[in-house]
């Protein structure tokens, strides 16, 4: 399995930034999909994530502000992040939940992709 993300970079505070993650598998099905964050000093926590069905949960710290999606078709998860705060600032980290079964409800992410920066300029 592999995960591309794409979309980091250097934006000021009160911004916007959309990452992009596709993955690539053969003969599996992807089910969930999300994003994580890692902050300097800090430990990985959840950011959002989304059933192959449809639900999605996120992060306490950007509810309201961040909205994640996926293109079945491309096998690829969006996240737009809005009002973008300097706390936001982080290593953010694709993932992937991949079983030989198509699973509707499933939220396990077991392959993760290389981490994009999202800087955020005060």
């Known amino acids: 399995v592999q995960l591309q993300a794409s979309g980091g970079g250097l934006v000021q505070a009160g911004g916007s930034v959309r990452l992009s993650c596709s993955a690539s598998?053969?003969?599996?099905?992807?089910?969930?999909m999300g994003w994580y964050r890692q902050a300097s000093g800090k430990e990985r926590e959840l950011v959002a994530a989304?059933?192959?069905?449809?639900?999605?949960k996120y992060g306490d710290s950007v509810k309201g502000r961040f909205t994640i999606s996926r293109d079945h078709d491309k096998d690829t998860v969006y996240l737009r992040m809005n009002t973008l705060k300097p706390e936001d600032t982080a290593v953010y980290y694709c993932?992937?939940?991949?079983?030989?079964?198509?699973?509707?409800?499933?939220?396990?992410?077991?392959?993760w992709g290389k981490g994009t920066l999202v800087t955020v300029s005060s």
């Open positions: 993932g992937a939940g991949v079983d030989a079964y198509s699973l509707e409800d499933d939220w396990d992410l077991d392959h």
């Open positions: 598998v053969l003969m599996f099905s992807i089910n969930a």
């Open positions: 989304i059933t192959r069905g449809g639900s999605t």
